[in-house]
């Protein structure tokens, strides 16, 4: 199994930006679509964005819409998540995930992915 670890979470002013990466084990990283998600306490997971396995093709929640852009290097195994103009109400656990068997979609189920890392920390004062 593909292991995902991510960095670069912290604590942001409103407005601010954040660069969060994730890297992974193995040598098929262009095979897999991406995505990140986010959970903040009391609350369920949510899709952030995700970005395909082919044609870089991305897509993105409403809430972050023009503010978050992801990408991908697949010659460095990682995925980013761009996060400017941030609000309080992004503070959340952000996690990334691999999607085995992917086809050309940018998938956004929970349940679509089957590796998660262990989740980055963003904290955004208001």
């Known amino acids: 199994q593909v292991q995902l670890v991510e960095s670069g979470g912290g604590l942001v002013q409103a407005g601010g930006s954040l660069t969060l990466s994730c890297t992974a084990s193995g040598r098929t990283f262009s095979s897999y679509a991406m995505g990140w998600f986010r959970q903040a306490p009391g609350k369920e997971r949510e899709f952030v964005a995700g970005?395909?396995?082919?044609?870089?093709?991305?897509c993105y929640a409403e809430s972050v819409k023009g503010r978050f852009t992801i990408s991908r290097d697949n010659a460095k195994n990682t995925v980013y998540l761009q996060m400017n103009s941030l609000k309080p109400e992004d503070t959340a656990v952000y996690r990334c995930a691999l999607k085995y068997y992917s086809g050309s979609y940018c998938y956004t189920g929970v349940v679509d992915f089957g590796s998660w890392g262990q989740g980055t920390q963003v904290t955004v004062s208001s």
């Open positions: 970005i395909n396995r082919s044609d870089g093709r991305t």
